[in-house]
């Protein structure tokens, strides 16, 4: 991953170092977040910023490790007994953080619950939507049920997190909320949660675990970039995610700070509206509603894509901290295809291509994009914007704050949007989630912002997800990927890298993951 020097605008690190004390560290720590969890019902909202804050609370069947391999958590052993049974064998002598004794009825419980819980932010419901059955055999051995073959399973647990059934059964999102119902048997047990102001934990004296390093943890969303670094250089925080990237280079070297970097695992994609006839925010030159949406003209999406100097965008606007994105997901997850030819930036070639699509003169359009949600992306969408209207396609970029774009991309309000997908080791889940057609009644394309309809990625897909045999389910996911690319369901651009610093004597373990976790953060023995 290539990388450029550079320096960081509007204050010099030594002066601020120079000014700020850099106590030594002590029980508790503190942590700024670019982005808030958005719920502490571990059933709302599975982004990996609120999953992972979600993980100190409450615990899952199955964890995935800095590296995305699964690791045993509440459940010692998964096996499939066959094609389409699934034995799941507990931890014994575990209990919950009031002191109930946790077992199988509370993970069926916590199954049956994510299918019934509601949310505009999404819920877990997609990753329980595959088991028809379930059965508890005793109580630390429960058998699942699938109605095909459905290899995706262990996957899918460890992205659903355990409640207590006695305490969950009557409590609403609320409740969690507020933390009376968030029992759970993770590291931590929730103090107190003020949305937008901080996260308050303390460590859970009843972990079945090792004991965390910190007696207690703080988060705190802090969107603004500058603010957030700020924050780390006078001593009010130990540790911040998502260095901006025009930072990093001067970052590595000041004595008085650790950077700490991994390759990322979310992909970023344009997602062009590709559903209505009629697009909202796309107008000819005079502002006039255009009587066809253009979007839905695979030719007019090439277009867009070749109009993207992808390798600009994560020099400049990523200062060197990632790698160009030619599919929906990192080439080394599972699945990913190396027959997809490379991202070219072609801009007279895309320039032919609205003119054989019957928009010589181009058109307009509104790209919104989040701000402060993901890695540069208001840099991004405003160098995206410039770069789509060279080739004709006079774009503004619409920075919005992050509730504001959430809504918009649930209520399905916008022609061309910037959104991402963090894939955990294997690029299934996004081809269901983010490109599938949608179909709520499966659980599928529940993140598809686009409505982006493709009959054969969705064959390709299904067949994928209920193929046990990792080489054939490789090959279909392959060319269910090579069809969606193809066919330009989503516009692929950049996969940045994950990058957290902290204050001397801190050490913390990086991972491909975006989630930020005390529990990897150590004093540094």
Known sequence: ??????????????????????????????????????????????????????DHIYGSLISLDP?????????????????????????????????????????????????????????????????????VLDPLRLELQTETPYPQLPLDLARLRIVSAAVGEQAGTDAFNRGEAAIGTGPYVLRGWT????????????????????DSVTFRPISSDAARLAALLSGSVDLIDKVPTPDVARLRREP???????????????????????????????GQPLPANPLRDVRVRRAISLAINRKALVERVLEGEGSVANQAAPVGMFGGSAAIPAAEWQPEAARALLAEAGYPQ????????????????????????????????????????????????????????????GSIGDNLVVLRQALHSVDAARGLGGFNRGRYANAELDRLTDAAARTIDDGERSRLQQQAMETAMADVG?????????????????????????GTFATRATAGR
């Open 490 to 514: 989503l516009v692929p651009l950049y996969t940045p890298a994950w990058i957290w610093a902290g204050r001397k004597g801190l050490r913390y373990t990086a991972g491909f993951d975006e």
């Open 1 to 54: 991953m290539g990388r450029m020097a550079a320096g960081i605008a509007g204050f010099t690190i030594g002066a601020w170092l120079g000014l700020a004390a850099v106590p030594a560290l002590a029980a508790g720590l503190t942590v700024a977040l670019q982005t808030d969890a958005t719920s502490m019902d571990p059933h709302v909202a599975p982004t990996f910023t609120t999953a992972a804050l979600q």
């Open 362 to 421: 181009g058109f307009r359009l509104a790209l919104h994009c989040s701000n402060g949600r993901y890695v540069a992306d208001r840099a991004t969408c405003q160098a995206l914007a410039q770069m789509l209207t060279r080739v004709g396609i006079a774009a503004t970029a619409e920075a919005e704050p992050q509730s504001v774009f959430y809504t918009r991309m649930s209520r399905f309000d916008a022609s061309l949007l910037l959104n991402g997908w």
């Open 256 to 286: 008085q700070v650790a950077v700490f970097a991994h390759e990322g695992n979310r992909t970023m994609f344009l997602v062009p509206d590709t559903a209505r006839e009629v697009s909202p925010f796309v107008t000819g030159h005079d």
């Open 67 to 135: 590296e995305l391999r699964q690791v045993p958590n509440l459940a010692l052993r998964w096996q499939a007994v066959d094609a389409t049974r699934w034995l799941v064998e507990l931890r014994p002598g575990v209990t919950f953080s009031d002191g109930r004794a946790f077992g199988a009825e509370d993970v069926a419980f916590s199954l049956r619950r994510a299918t019934l819980v509601r949310h505009a932010a999404g819920t877990a419901a997609p990753y329980v939507k595959a088991i028809t059955g379930i059965t």
């Open 195 to 214: 949305p937008g102001e901080k996260l308050e934990l303390a460590r859970n004296l009843r972990f079945w675990g090792e004991a965390p390093e910190w």
